[in-house]
């Protein structure tokens, strides 16, 4: 493979626009090279598509590829605000084991103290989760669920060999159900921890910046 001549691209993909907003609105300061935050709209085919069609550009090409936003606990215990870092990306059609995620763990530790940070299996869905679903998805062993991580990491591996991560805030959970993301206390909870984040990331994709064969 040939070198890379500049800093290696970030792309970070979000599905909502209040997720959206939270990423833009966050301390941009110290990346480690060009970040696209892209904004992929909801559901597994609108992040598989708009995923393919942004990495197609060349200025794209071997980009890290962090997918991030709310998504549903499922183990009990979970709060809104907790953060999810993802070992592995599930869903039918595949599992995407997911890169340097001790790193993850350890850069968000530093930019939200005090946040209780979930390392598991995150699967996906085609529809927004509720109720006994939530138990028949933790015995497979998952520990969230949301509906477009795992279609943007695979996604994203089929355009190219590429790390990739997710990282989702809770936003609900079995024992803190919302109806309406925003409109209540763990729907705000969750937006300004996603609004934090950013510096964790950038550390993440910096930690990868090392000389390619």
């Given at each position: 493979?040939?070198?890379?001549?500049?800093?290696?691209?970030?792309?970070?993909?979000?599905?909502?626009?209040?997720?959206?907003?939270?990423?833009?609105?966050?301390?941009?300061?110290?990346?480690?090279?060009?970040?696209?935050?892209?904004?992929?709209?909801?559901?597994?085919?609108?992040?598989?598509?708009?995923?393919?069609?942004?990495?197609?550009?060349?200025?794209?090409?071997?980009?890290?590829?962090?997918?991030?936003?709310?998504?549903?606990?499922?183990?009990?215990?979970?709060?809104?605000?907790?953060?999810?870092?993802?070992?592995?990306?599930?869903?039918?059609?595949?599992?995407?084991?997911?890169?340097?995620?001790?790193?993850?763990?350890?850069?968000?530790?530093?930019?939200?103290?005090?946040?209780?940070?979930?390392?598991?299996?995150?699967?996906?869905?085609?529809?927004?989760?509720?109720?006994?679903?939530?138990?028949?998805?933790?015995?497979?062993?998952?520990?969230?669920?949301?509906?477009?991580?795992?279609?943007?990491?695979?996604?994203?591996?089929?355009?190219?060999?590429?790390?990739?991560?997710?990282?989702?805030?809770?936003?609900?959970?079995?024992?803190?159900?919302?109806?309406?993301?925003?409109?209540?206390?763990?729907?705000?909870?969750?937006?300004?921890?996603?609004?934090?984040?950013?510096?964790?990331?950038?550390?993440?994709?910096?930690s990868l910046l090392l000389p390619r064969r």
């Amino acid at each position: 493979m040939t070198p890379r001549t500049g800093p290696s691209p970030l792309l970070i993909a979000c599905a909502l626009g209040i997720e959206h907003l939270a990423l833009r609105t966050g301390d941009r300061a110290g990346a480690g090279g060009p970040v696209t935050v892209l904004r992929t709209g909801m559901g597994p085919k609108a992040a598989e598509r708009s995923v393919a069609r942004v990495l197609a550009d060349p200025a794209l090409g071997g980009a890290a590829v962090l997918a991030t936003g709310f998504c549903a606990g499922l183990a009990p215990g979970m709060h809104p605000g907790d953060l999810v870092v993802a070992e592995e990306t599930r869903d039918p059609r595949s599992t995407v084991a997911c890169v340097a995620t001790d790193r993850l763990v350890k850069e968000l530790g530093r930019a939200v103290p005090g946040r209780t940070v979930h390392t598991g299996p995150l699967t996906g869905s085609d529809h927004v989760v509720r109720g006994p679903e939530r138990a028949d998805l933790l015995a497979t062993g998952a520990i969230a669920v949301d509906m477009e991580s795992a279609a943007t990491l695979l996604s994203a591996v089929r355009t190219g060999p590429r790390p990739v991560a997710a990282v989702r805030v809770v936003v609900d959970a079995p024992e803190h159900e919302l109806v309406r993301i925003g409109t209540v206390r763990g729907g705000i909870s969750a937006f300004r921890v996603l609004r934090s984040v950013l510096p964790a990331f950038f550390e993440w994709h910096r930690s990868l910046l090392l000389p390619r064969r």
